[in-house]
Nanobody
Framework: VQLQACGGGLVQAGGTLRLSCAASGTIFSINDMGWYRQAPGKRRELVASIDTGGSTYFADSVKDRFTISRDANKRTMYLQMNSLKPEDTAVYYC???????????????WGQGTQVTVSS
């Protein structure tokens, strides 16, 4: 399973960005998908996640500013980021729990990360 994340960039505070993450390769099913971020000198943290039923989770720091969604095929995920703040600056990683075979186990997969920089 390969996860390709894109959409990062440089934006001023108050601006918006939309990240996307596309899953490809040998996939039987994808369960939960999520976005993590890691700022310099800080631990990687979960920003938002979405399961196959559409239930979502958001970290308190991004509630009411970020939304997460998935395509109907469940293999592409988006993170709409509004009202961005300098403290949102980080490398954003997409992650997925997926099975490559019907009777195989669920494993964790990670994308390569995309840089989001918010200037004040």
């Amino acid at each position: 399973v390969q996860l390709q994340a894109c959409g990062g960039g440089l934006v001023q505070a108050g601006g918006t960005l939309r990240l996307s993450c596309a899953a490809s390769g040998t996939i039987f099913s994808i369960n939960d998908m999520g976005w993590y971020r890691q700022a310099p000198g800080k631990r990687r943290e979960l920003v938002a996640s979405i399961d196959t039923g559409g239930s979502t989770y958001f970290a308190d720091s991004v509630k009411d500013r970020f939304t997460i969604s998935r395509d109907a095929n469940k293999r592409t995920m988006y993170l709409q980021m509004n009202s961005l703040k300098p403290e949102d600056t980080a490398v954003y990683y997409c992650a997925a729990k997926a099975k490559t075979r019907r009777f195989g186990g669920v494993n964790d997969y990670w994308g390569q990360g995309t840089q989001v920089t918010v200037s004040s």
